[in-house]
């Protein structure tokens, strides 16, 4: 995928006059996280507002990078770029109905200095991270927000069992990679530079429950059983239920001690 542009993007670009990789390579905007200096390269992210034709406006995540590179089974020696790894994830998750940001724009380009490469997201208007929003809670009492969380937790099971049901594993499943709608309570999954298919689900099930269970150990046991009834899609503690419980209370002492 050396250049990917979502439908009806094109013009908004082109109205900006940003229809060119070049024209994107070289927009001066603030940094909205600084550069990361690393693997030889860099690699930062800016938030820009483009009006559109229609008079309305939008908000992009424009990220470039420059030799900023990993190893891969496909590419052992040279490398390839990380953002072509979140590219693929993206564009499989956009297609798959996971919820995750709309890649927009992709495009990547061999330069002097090694790989030159764009990747531009639409804003998750109205979404704040998990953790934030547990935090929250935890700072203004659990006790008043029962029903939002009611209202939450199966949404965040929800979003992470679609994404197990494909064999993929997020790979990095913290709070703060989860993103919260408050009004709808739609869950949205970030970051996913990371995220691989595994041969088996149990793998992929395993690894990120594990993970997110560790990362949001402030929530109560009831608000953890919530969420796995609802990844499991019981109405009731069954024989799963508890299996599934007993072996992530395992991997949380193993990994503690």
């Not at 094109?10 to 229809?19: P, T, V």
């Not at 998750?124 to 991270?129: E, N, R, T, V």
């Not at 929003?133 to 935890?138: D, E, I, S």
């Not at 530079?193 to 395993?206: D, G, I, Q, S, T």
């Amino acid at each position: 995928m050396n250049e990917f542009i979502e439908e009806g993007w094109r013009a908004i670009l082109e109205h900006n006059e940003l229809g060119s990789f070049e024209a994107l390579w070289n927009l001066q905007a603030d940094w909205f996280e600084a550069p990361n200096q690393r693997r030889g390269g860099w690699s930062g992210v800016s938030r820009i507002q483009l009006p559109t034709p229609a008079g309305g406006e939008e908000t992009l995540f424009l990220k470039r990078q420059e030799n900023h590179t990993r190893k891969t089974w496909r590419h052992p020696f040279s490398g390839e770029p990380t953002f072509r790894g979140e590219a693929r994830n993206l564009r499989r998750l956009n297609r798959g109905g996971v919820a995750a940001p709309q890649m927009v724009y992709y495009a990547e380009k061999q330069s002097p200095g090694g790989w030159r490469v764009i990747l531009a997201t639409r804003e998750l208007h109205g979404y704040l991270p998990l953790d934030r929003l547990v935090q929250y809670w935890r700072d203004q009492g659990w006790a008043g927000f029962r029903t939002q969380r009611r209202k939450i937790i199966p949404r965040v099971a929800e979003v992470i069992r679609k994404l197990h049901e494909r064999r993929l594993a997020h790979n990095a499943l913290h709070a703060k990679h989860v993103f919260i709608d408050e009004r709808s309570g739609a869950a949205c999954l970030i970051d996913l530079e990371k995220m691989r298919r595994r041969m088996r689900r149990r793998k992929a099930v395993l690894r990120d429950l594990d993970s997110f269970n560790r990362r949001t150990a402030v929530i109560s046991r009831t608000d953890r059983l919530r969420f796995l009834l609802a990844y499991l899609q019981r109405e009731k503690v069954d024989a799963e239920v508890r299996a599934l419980w007993r072996q992530l209370v395992a991997l949380e002492k193993r990994k503690s001690q």
